[in-house]
């Protein structure tokens, strides 16, 4: 069974600090993995991705992840948080044998304190 | 929102009525997709397409149907609907793994949906 995990539901952090939000995965194959960002009325907009290659994978905004298949875990860092990241985000994975399926996680709502 | 339309983006129905919410593509992905996001649940997937006329259930997919008669619609019906299928619903499209856009999943504007 595939499922995804995203510790804290809510992460408050004060503006330029260090934005980390924690994702982690099951999957019985390698799979593709993804951070989704949903500003509020607004569908989900791809933040970045992992297919295969470097593990350490550069999103917009200056959200990077890095990808640790022996904590099968991809976690999503920010050096500086900035007010317009406030938003809720969510890890997605997507298995190579669920016919194209992807599962995401439960999703972690960012706030930043001026 | 990358050639994705969704129809109707609001709609408030009462219990017992059918619903079919409609998604569009313009980019002619071959697999598309419908979620539900609820609080605390995130999204959840109710039913997919790999092709036309070629669809499959996720995991809440009790109450729904869709059909994809063309590439480019996919609409999902609620036969009768309930109070528990109140949520926000997204389209998404994708073009597979072997497409050289590694597979990214793309969301419409999403349909609210309330039912009294």
């Known amino acids: 069974a595939q499922s995804v995990t995203q510790l804290g539901s809510h992460v408050s952090v004060s503006e330029g600090a260090l934005v980390l939000l924690r994702c982690n995965y099951s999957s019985s194959v390698p799979p593709y993995l993804f951070w989704y960002v949903q500003y509020p009325n607004q569908g989900l907009q791809l933040l970045l991705k992992y297919t295969t290659g470097a593990t350490l994978v550069k999103g917009i905004n200056g959200f990077e992840a890095e990808f640790k298949k022996s904590e099968t875990s991809f976690h999503l860092t920010k050096p500086s948080a900035h007010m317009s990241d406030a938003a809720e985000y969510f890890c997605a994975v997507n298995p190579s044998n669920t016919g194209n399926q992807f599962y995401f996680g439960t999703g972690t709502s960012l706030t930043v304190i001026p | 929102d990358a050639g994705i339309t969704q129809s109707p983006r609001h709609k408030v129905t009462e219990t017992g009525t059918p619903v079919t919410l409609r998604c569009h593509q313009t980019?002619?992905?071959?697999?598309m997709y419908w979620y539900r996001q609820d609080p605390g649940h995130g999204l959840r997937l109710i039913h997919y397409s790999y092709g036309v006329k070629d669809t499959d259930k996720g995991e809440v997919s009790d109450g729904y149907s869709v059909s994809r008669s063309k590439t480019e619609d996919f609409l999902l019906t609620l036969e009768s609907a309930t109070s528990s299928q109140t949520s926000v619903y997204f389209c998404?499209?994708?073009?597979?793994?072997?497409?050289?856009?590694?597979?990214?999943?793309?969301f419409g504007a999403g349909s609210r949906l309330t039912v009294l």
């Open positions: 998404a499209i994708s073009e597979g793994r072997d497409s050289p856009g590694a597979n990214v999943l793309t």
């Open positions: 980019e002619n992905h071959r697999y």
